[in-house]
């Protein structure tokens, strides 16, 4: 099974709505990432989260990290076509420190509908 | 700045033979990740090395190997090359105890 569910797999939003993608590990979380990637290109870093009860805002995404460290939720306000693309969290699952490698989820397909 | 900077940008290949790729990191970075992501799914973590030394792998076979220079960029190299390893490999770096990776564009890695 995989290690980091996230959900839901697909979302079709017009635009103007709002959003939430969620992010469910089975293992604490030492470091919850939130990228973005647009079809077949690299991925661009959205936002890190790493102490239980985290929250962080940019422009009009908002991220959390629950208490027990196990999910996380990304949440878009007013939706617009420039947010359409695949969101992936990443996560780091050792507890030594440093930058590990991280294990992803499988993204979710995000369209917007004008 | 420059940030990640990977080559080639697509690369075809035929079964059996041997492929090398190569990441240039973020100025300032020490630490290279590689990751490879197959169509439709989320990125699986290869290695990662630093101080010129492989430092974690992923479950990764040993066909695929690597290398990280004094000057911190790295390469990528798959030997005997299978149909399932066609998809876009992923270079991120970071510093050590920076935490956030960095990605570069990606190599698509086409084996016919």
């Known amino acids: 099974s995989q290690e980091l569910e996230q959900s839901p797999q697909s979302l079709i939003v017009q635009e103007g709505k709002n959003l939430t993608i969620n992010c469910t590990s089975s293992?604490?979380?030492?470091?919850l990432y939130w990228y973005k990637q647009k079809y077949g290109e690299g991925l661009i870093f959205l936002m890190m989260l790493q102490k239980g009860g985290e929250e962080k805002s940019h422009e009009k995404i908002t991220a959390k990290l629950d208490e027990k460290k196990q999910q996380s939720s990304l949440h878009i306000t007013a939706s617009q076509p420039s947010h359409a693309g695949i969101y992936l969290c990443g996560a780091d699952m050792n507890s030594g420190g440093g930058a590990d490698g991280l294990t992803f989820g499988k993204g979710t397909h995000l369209i917007i509908q004008p | 700045d420059a940030g990640v900077t990977q080559s080639p940008t697509h690369l075809i290949k035929t079964r059996g033979q041997q492929v090398t790729l190569r990441c240039s990191p973020k100025s300032g970075h020490d630490t290279v990740s590689w990751y490879q992501q197959a169509l439709g799914q989320g990125p699986q973590f290869i290695f990662q090395y630093y101080e010129e030394e492989e430092r974690q792998r992923g479950n990764f076979p040993d066909r695929f190997s690597g290398h990280q220079f004094p000057n911190y960029s790295s390469e990528l190299n798959v030997n005997a090359l299978l149909l399932g390893d066609s998809a876009l490999y992923l270079c991120?770096?970071?510093?050590?105890?920076?935490?956030?990776?960095?990605f570069g564009a990606g190599t698509r890695l086409s084996v016919l």
């Open positions: 293992k604490t979380l030492y470091g």
């Open positions: 991120a770096s970071s510093l050590m105890w920076g935490h956030i990776q960095y």
